[in-house]
Nanobody
Framework: QVQVAESGGGLVQPGGSLRLSCAASGRIPSHFDMGWYRQVPGRQREMVAVVLPGGRANYADFVEGRFTVSRDNAQNMVHLQMNSLKPEDTAVYYC???????????WGQGTQVTVSS
């Protein structure tokens, strides 16, 4: 079993920045993707950014260069630096671990990000 825990959400004004962090623990396999998804009420959860084991990162189109995802393999952590935040970025952000050995998803409990003046 893999445990996933996020931290770093909160309230920020438009144009501001936030940094989210996520730590994976437990029985972590040797190969897994780590990334961030977000969800607003009434809509499907959507991918924000994912880092593959080799370090390659994929971003959603709406990121538009504003966010940077980074991964610390030694600590089994992933971070999301979010700059130039917009009100439409308001959502619950979830950390995801996708294991490449048995193809399972593990999710954190989510952290609220609110962008408002």
């Amino acid at each position: 079993q893999v445990q996933v825990a996020e931290s770093g959400g909160g309230l920020v004004q438009p144009g501001g920045s936030l940094r989210l962090s996520c730590a994976a623990s437990g029985r972590i396999p040797s190969h897994f993707d780590m990334g961030w998804y977000r969800q607003v009420p009434g809509r499907q959860r959507e991918m924000v950014a994912v880092v593959l084991p080799g370090g390659r990162a994929n971003y959603a189109d709406f990121v538009e260069g504003r966010f940077t995802v980074s991964r610390d393999n030694a600590q089994n952590m992933v971070h999301l630096q979010m700059n130039s935040l917009k009100p439409e970025d308001t959502a619950v952000y979830y950390c995801n671990v996708y294991t490449l050995t048995d193809y399972r998803d593990y999710w954190g409990q989510g952290t609220q990000v609110t962008v408002s003046s």
